[in-house]
């Protein structure tokens, strides 16, 4: 070998230590050390130790997983269509217990969860209708997001969604928003509360805020607000509000001071918040503007979880939201096993706190 030869040698970057190596090295077959690395079949302890001992002496990290995927035709990952970007996705408690449900149903095939938020498929970064997913859950799905859904069927893979528009072809897990504020609506009419005003979820992809009109619930797309909206017209036919546009605390105090910043005469005696932390808002709102809770101002949500900071017992209803992530997981397994789940609907329950009371005389 000449001295240019032997420099690049050298200088050659090792190449990546196999499986068989490792078989070698331990004096096993390949079959018996690929079983010592899955944690799986008739390997015995000692056995298992000396291919791992193996495997760290060669640097073998253990099997490719782009290798594993090709072999079985599935990557392994559940992709998850979320309604918003992550950062601000991770600040609603209701989305992080749903996902957790999520995870830990498909956890028991193996199968990990990557978060995709909804935006443009045409941004050219990966999108839902490309990573390299087994099945999809749309999580909150958007009513103009047929593009997206068309771009998955076409991929021919599993999709599961949990409360969006009703579809014959998709798997739903629903919820019941419209009776759930309809027991609302029931138990602040019986308390004499004829002003009641609602602080509302996105209406639209683009979050909008402001004043609920006709012409905004007419381009509404976000299938949970629509439901939660006609629970209240059920028993409040005229009911009007303020988008507030994302569940969270200070989105519902902004909302609120919009409503309850006028003339005595003019200011709700109740508002319909359509999540707690929407509630949580309007709490704070209220105390901003020296209004006495349940006196002065009725308030009430929706979901049943605890709030972070909140020290009032809040009247709202209470939903499943890790339930809601598990049943869409398991319909995940069973598609994903050739089998057709059955469809899955969750009933609500009221929850009495100490935030509502009679209507001020």
Same mark, same amino acid.
């Given at each position: 070998m000449n001295r240019q030869s032997a420099a690049s040698a050298e200088h050659r970057p090792e190449s990546r230590p196999?499986?068989?190596?490792?078989?070698?090295?331990?004096?096993?077959?390949p079959s018996t050390a690929s079983l010592a690395f899955s944690g799986h079949g008739p390997v015995s302890d000692d056995t298992r130790a000396k291919v791992l001992a193996a495997a760290a002496e060669l640097g073998y990290g253990g099997p490719d997983p782009l290798a594993q995927s090709l072999r079985r035709g599935r990557s392994g990952i559940v992709g998850a269509l979320i309604p918003a970007r992550i950062g601000v996705s991770f600040r609603d408690p209701v989305l992080i217990q749903t996902l957790d449900g999520l995870a830990e149903e498909i956890s028991a095939i193996g199968a990990g969860l990557l978060l995709l938020p909804d935006h443009d498929p045409g941004s050219g970064s990966v999108s839902v209708t490309t990573a390299p997913v087994d099945a999809v859950?749309?999580?909150?799905?958007?009513?103009? /997001?047929l593009g997206t859904l068309e771009a998955l069927r076409r991929r021919n893979i599993p999709i599961?969604?949990?409360?969006?528009?009703?579809? /014959?072809?998709v798997h739903t897990v629903s919820v019941d928003n419209r009776g759930g504020v309809r027991l609302l609506a029931e138990h602040l009419r019986k308390l004499g509360h004829a002003r009641v005003a609602l602080v509302t979820l996105a209406l639209d992809r683009a979050r909008t805020v402001g004043l609920l009109t006709a012409e905004r619930e007419a381009g509404a797309t976000v299938t949970t607000t629509l439901e939660r909206i006609a629970g209240a017209r059920d028993v409040y036919p005229g009911i009007g509000g303020w988008i507030a546009g994302a569940s969270r605390s200070d989105a519902g105090r902004k909302a609120a001071l919009a409503l309850l910043d006028v003339p005595a005469v003019d200011r709700p005696t109740a508002i319909l918040a359509q999540s707690d932390l929407l509630a949580a808002g309007v709490l704070a709102a209220a105390d901003e503007l020296g209004l006495r809770v349940p006196e002065d101002l009725s308030v009430v949500g929706f979901d049943g979880i605890r709030v972070d900071g909140l020290e009032r017992s809040l009247t709202t209803v209470w939903q499943p939201s890790q339930g809601k992530g598990a049943a869409a997981g398991r319909a995940i397994v069973e598609l994903l096993a050739g089998r057709s789940p059955e469809p899955v609907s969750f009933d609500v329950r009221f929850q009495p706190g100490d935030t509502t009371g009679p209507a001020p005389a």
């Amino acid at each position: 070998m000449n001295r240019q030869s032997a420099a690049s040698a050298e200088h050659r970057p090792e190449s990546r230590p196999t499986l068989a190596a490792v078989a070698a090295r331990a004096g096993v077959s390949p079959s018996t050390a690929s079983l010592a690395f899955s944690g799986h079949g008739p390997v015995s302890d000692d056995t298992r130790a000396k291919v791992l001992a193996a495997a760290a002496e060669l640097g073998y990290g253990g099997p490719d997983p782009l290798a594993q995927s090709l072999r079985r035709g599935r990557s392994g990952i559940v992709g998850a269509l979320i309604p918003a970007r992550i950062g601000v996705s991770f600040r609603d408690p209701v989305l992080i217990q749903t996902l957790d449900g999520l995870a830990e149903e498909i956890s028991a095939i193996g199968a990990g969860l990557l978060l995709l938020p909804d935006h443009d498929p045409g941004s050219g970064s990966v999108s839902v209708t490309t990573a390299p997913v087994d099945a999809v859950v749309l999580v909150g799905c958007n009513a103009d /997001a047929l593009g997206t859904l068309e771009a998955l069927r076409r991929r021919n893979i599993p999709i599961v969604q949990i409360e969006g528009p009703l579809d /014959a072809d998709v798997h739903t897990v629903s919820v019941d928003n419209r009776g759930g504020v309809r027991l609302l609506a029931e138990h602040l009419r019986k308390l004499g509360h004829a002003r009641v005003a609602l602080v509302t979820l996105a209406l639209d992809r683009a979050r909008t805020v402001g004043l609920l009109t006709a012409e905004r619930e007419a381009g509404a797309t976000v299938t949970t607000t629509l439901e939660r909206i006609a629970g209240a017209r059920d028993v409040y036919p005229g009911i009007g509000g303020w988008i507030a546009g994302a569940s969270r605390s200070d989105a519902g105090r902004k909302a609120a001071l919009a409503l309850l910043d006028v003339p005595a005469v003019d200011r709700p005696t109740a508002i319909l918040a359509q999540s707690d932390l929407l509630a949580a808002g309007v709490l704070a709102a209220a105390d901003e503007l020296g209004l006495r809770v349940p006196e002065d101002l009725s308030v009430v949500g929706f979901d049943g979880i605890r709030v972070d900071g909140l020290e009032r017992s809040l009247t709202t209803v209470w939903q499943p939201s890790q339930g809601k992530g598990a049943a869409a997981g398991r319909a995940i397994v069973e598609l994903l096993a050739g089998r057709s789940p059955e469809p899955v609907s969750f009933d609500v329950r009221f929850q009495p706190g100490d935030t509502t009371g009679p209507a001020p005389a």
